[in-house]
């Protein structure tokens, strides 16, 4: 997120793409995985926070975020937290994106019946992540690549596992601080 923005919301002020922010309530959602098994964002909060990335596959600012939900996923999924990925893309594409980019958390498809779960969280832009606590409450709204929000996601999860906050990304990793989606 730019400098003017994050002055803009420190405001404020902001003028969000989405209109589900962080405090609002996510709306609740049912939708098929690439394994065919379905995924309802209700029963899942029922183990603990839910994960969301909406992406579409030729977005290059999803490529670019991927991976390192993928590191998140790694270091801090579990039973008790999901990491779920949103495509907006069909099923055979979206099974080569993550094999390509190397994705082994769970991904449901929302493009079969009009981007019904992308316009409920009024979507304007991806990617588009949301840390989903166990109430409905968004902790976390991010769109593009925002290296803080995801810190921001890492910390919150270490700190429900009562785990140690490992760094997401290296010390020998040229990472900027944000990409627009």
């Excluded at 002055?7 to 405090?23: E, P, Y």
């Excluded at 183990?47 to 996923?73: D, H, M, N």
């Excluded at 009562?162 to 627009?180: C, M, Q, S, Y």
Aim: aromatic letters at 10%.
């Amino acid at each position: 997120m730019g400098i003017l923005r994050r002055l803009s919301r420190w405001m404020g002020k902001q003028d969000h793409m989405t209109h589900i922010v962080a405090g609002n309530r996510a709306p609740g959602f049912s939708l098929k995985a690439l394994d065919n098994k379905e995924y309802s964002l209700n029963t899942l909060m029922e183990r603990g926070p839910v994960i969301a990335a909406f992406f579409k596959i030729s977005c290059p600012v999803c490529q670019f975020t991927f991976p390192f939900l993928e590191r998140l996923y790694k270091r801090y999924g579990s039973d008790s937290v999901t990491f779920l990925g949103i495509s907006q893309d069909d099923a055979r594409s979206t099974t080569r994106f993550a094999k390509e980019y190397g994705i082994t958390f769970p991904i449901v498809i929302d493009d079969e019946n009009g981007y019904v779960v992308s316009n409920a969280y009024g979507l304007t832009n991806v990617p588009t992540i949301f840390l989903i606590d166990t109430d409905a409450t968004v902790k976390v709204s991010s769109m593009g690549f925002d290296k803080m929000d995801l810190e921001a996601i890492a910390a919150n999860l270490a700190e429900r596992k009562k785990i140690a906050l490992t760094p997401l990304f290296g010390p020998d990793e040229v990472v900027p601080v944000n990409k627009p989606g």
